[in-house]
């Protein structure tokens, strides 16, 4: 049984910094990328971060230069570290897996709030 563990959310003020963490657990194999998506309320879910298996990594244009993914395979852990918060990074945060099989494995969110 595949689980996607998020932690490391909370309350931050504008221009602070948190760290999320996505503990994985299971077998999960030939993963093809591992993301980071946010939904705010009324808004639809979109994708923050990327990195693939090769290490690449992608960011959306509001989060660039701010926010940082990483990943320790040896921990099976992902990162996401937010630098210099806004109040509209406000959202549930969403580990996200995606393996070459088709596989799609979701975490179960975590709530970071900015507030200014």
């Known amino acids: 049984q595949v689980q996607l563990v998020e932690s490391g959310g909370g309350l931050a003020q504008a221009g602070g910094s948190l760290r999320l963490s996505c503990a994985t657990s299971?077998?999960?194999?030939?993963?093809?990328?591992m993301n980071w998506y946010r939904q705010a309320p009324g808004k639809q879910r979109e994708l923050v971060a990327t990195?693939?298996?090769?290490?690449?990594?992608g960011y959306a244009d509001s989060v660039k230069g701010r926010f940082t993914i990483s990943r320790d395979n040896a921990k099976n852990t992902m990162y996401l570290q937010m630098n210099d918060l806004k109040p509209e990074d406000t959202a549930i945060y969403y580990c996200?897996?995606?393996?070459?099989?088709?596989?799609?494995?979701w975490g179960q969110g975590t709530q970071v709030t900015v507030s200014s």
């Open positions: 299971g077998s999960i194999f030939s993963i093809r990328a």
């Open positions: 996200n897996v995606l393996s070459y099989f088709g596989n799609d494995y």
């Open positions: 990195i693939t298996s090769a290490g690449t990594t």
